[in-house]
């Protein structure tokens, strides 16, 4: 903002000194023409920043960006020829005004100055004085004309004529690796991620556990986001998913944010996550993790998802208030295509985890323990009982024909379902803070702590047994 005021004030004093001036070949004679021109290049560099935040890298062209093709930006201002994005979210702008037989040209490079904030440099190499004056910015000298062609990716034809043999060949190689299939035979296998107070650890399970990769654990890592799949990490932490694997181990952000995401499920070859009153499906085959399909519920005041299940075309959601403290959820069935609730039940408690056995489903509500539901008629939920617990229910997770219980401060509760009836058999652990549970598959568990570290667990002839990893 500061820089537009300075810039309409250095043109009004140039139109009033000058009245109607050349610039170059180009007559200007209203002072809010070369406004215009000015407030365009400064829009488009604008852009770039925002898409840098929130993308953390730079766009690579005008479609990226989402900006008009190059020559279209004449439309806004008659004093622009064209401006073009390149590589690495260089600025290419041709104004009409000419000088030393050519459009003058002016060049703006973004330079990473942090994380969420880009430095500029402008150069030129035909600027003329005039225009040197109404910018905002200094604009240096080039030493010769902008080489636009450096900075359009070259074919792929041509780039292996250049390359050398070897690299050819990996080339090669690393198209073959990402192909779709091999990607999603190599993500059809659950992995546990061990997260510690430093680091966050993914190890393959078989009879015997083994590492696969190590990398310190971000700062702002969600506590409970996260998920193992194959030789791939996937982590939440800056508002973005996160993935490493066996060939990058370093946590590398994508452009997928959610909003309030707790619960990761894997289903149908397919992460799902919750992301308000939405749920999202994301595409972990792309180059980068991107979401695939949102699917938005109407829920109503009870419109954020703290869990969820799905089975034949609907969603069972916990669901809570918008409001902050409000000691109030829901349980809602939704059918997953259209978004619209099928059946509503008010629940007294935090609702949060979900687990389905036939026509019962059990709800952790947080202090009130666990609510038995009936969902015999799915457009009519009706709670039969409630069972205690010995903190927080946080969540549940079925284990032949018995329910094993997150249960905050008093750790793990395994209880043996008998229709709607719950009998506790033991606690296997009471020194954990247990929050989140996921079924690993061949007999493993992995338990989430309150603290955000993670522990695995074996589940063998109904004995629930800590898993120490070396």
Not at 168 to 190: G, K, Q
Not at 344 to 354: N, R
Not at 386 to 406: E, H, K, P
Request: hydrophobic share 40%.
């Amino acid at each position: 903002m500061i820089r537009l005021v300075v810039s309409g004030v250095l043109l009004v004093v140039f139109v009033i000194l000058l009245g109607r001036c050349q610039l170059g070949n180009v007559g200007v004679g209203m002072g809010l023409t070369l406004h215009d021109t000015l407030s365009v290049i400064m829009g488009v560099q604008s852009d770039i920043e925002r898409y840098h935040y929130a993308n953390q890298r730079l766009p690579q062209n005008n479609r990226e960006l989402g900006a008009p093709p190059p020559q279209q930006f004449n439309r806004k201002s008659p004093l622009i020829r064209d401006i073009e994005i390149l590589r690495d979210g260089v600025v290419y702008i041709r104004l009409q005004a000419e000088n030393k037989g050519r459009p003058v040209e002016l060049v703006y490079r973004p330079k990473a100055e942090s994380q969420y904030r880009l430095q500029w440099q402008c150069e030129s190499f035909n600027i003329t004085k005039e225009w040197r004056a109404l910018l905002p910015q200094v604009c240096a000298d080039a030493v010769a004309a902008f080489d636009r062609a450096a900075f359009v990716e070259p074919d792929t034809s041509e780039y292996l004529e250049r390359v050398t043999r070897e690299q050819r060949e990996a080339a090669v190689i690393n198209v073959e690796e990402i192909t779709r299939p091999e990607c999603e035979a190599a993500l059809a296998t659950p992995a546990f991620v061990q997260v510690t107070a430093d680091t966050v650890a993914l190890w393959s399970l078989g009879e015997t556990p083994k590492p696969v990769l190590r990398v310190p654990r971000p700062a702002t890592m969600h506590r409970t986001a996260l998920l193992g799949r194959g030789d791939r990490l996937l982590a939440y932490a800056d508002d973005r998913l996160h993935s490493a694997d066996a060939r990058n181990p370093q946590l590398t952000a994508s452009t997928v944010a959610a909003f309030n995401t707790s619960r990761w499920r894997w289903q149908d070859n397919t992460l799902w996550l919750n992301s308000g009153p939405a749920l999202l499906t994301i595409d972990l085959c792309d180059r980068s993790p991107r979401i695939a399909t949102q699917y938005l519920m109407n829920l109503g005041a009870f419109n954020r998802i703290s869990d969820f299940l799905l089975q034949d075309g609907r969603a069972y959601l916990s669901t809570q208030e918008s409001v902050v403290g409000s000691p109030a959820s829901a349980l809602q069935i939704t059918l997953l295509q259209s978004g619209r609730t099928a059946g509503f039940l008010k629940l007294d408690g935090k609702a949060q985890g979900l687990a389905l056995n036939g026509r019962y489903l059990y709800v952790a509500t947080g202090s009130y323990g666990i609510a038995v539901v009936d969902i015999f008629d799915a457009t009519l939920p009706r709670l039969l009982r409630r069972v205690s617990t010995r903190d927080a229910a946080q969540d549940l997770l079925l284990l032949d024909g018995q329910l094993l219980v997150a249960d905050r401060l008093g750790g793990l509760a395994l209880f043996q379902l008998q229709d709607d009836q719950l009998q506790l058999v033991s606690r296997p652990s009471t020194t954990l803070t247990a929050e989140q549970l996921e079924w690993l598959g061949n007999g493993y568990v992995s338990v989430t702590a309150k603290d955000g570290t993670t522990s695995l667990w074996r589940w063998q002839h109904g004995v629930l047994t800590a898993v120490e990893l070396r």
